[in-house]
């Protein structure tokens, strides 16, 4: 059964940084795209920003020039650095893992509150 854990939310000013990790466990094949996605009150689940196996990386435009994601295969593990957070990055934060047979996967969430 695959997992996937999460840390490294919490609160911070704006203008900060925070770092956000994902492992993912059992499964025997890996991920083709691994990511990270967030929600804020009363809006919809967004992209953040995805990588894929071969380390193609897509970004939300909010977040482009700002974040950075970054994986590591063998371990299945994904990082989304969060650099100069505003107080609209305020969210619940989802890891999210993609296998090649389409099945999608979800961690339990982190919340990242920005502060002004």
């Known amino acids: 059964q695959v997992q996937l854990v999460e840390s490294g939310g919490g609160l911070v000013q704006a203008g900060g940084s925070l770092r956000l990790s994902c492992a993912a466990s059992?499964?025997?094949?890996?991920?083709?795209?691994m990511g990270w996605f967030r929600q804020a009150p009363g809006k919809q689940r967004e992209l953040v920003a995805a990588?894929?196996?071969?380390?193609?990386?897509n970004y939300a435009d909010s977040v482009k020039e700002r974040f950075g994601v970054s994986r590591d295969n063998a371990n299945n593990t994904v990082v989304l650095q969060m650099n100069s957070l505003k107080p609209e990055d305020t969210a619940v934060y989802y890891c999210?893992?993609?296998?090649?047979?389409?099945?999608?996967?979800w961690g339990k969430g982190t919340l990242v509150t920005v502060s002004l």
């Open positions: 999210h893992a993609g296998d090649s047979l389409g099945r999608n996967y």
């Open positions: 990588c894929t196996s071969g380390g193609i990386t």
């Open positions: 059992g499964s025997m094949f890996g991920f083709a795209v």
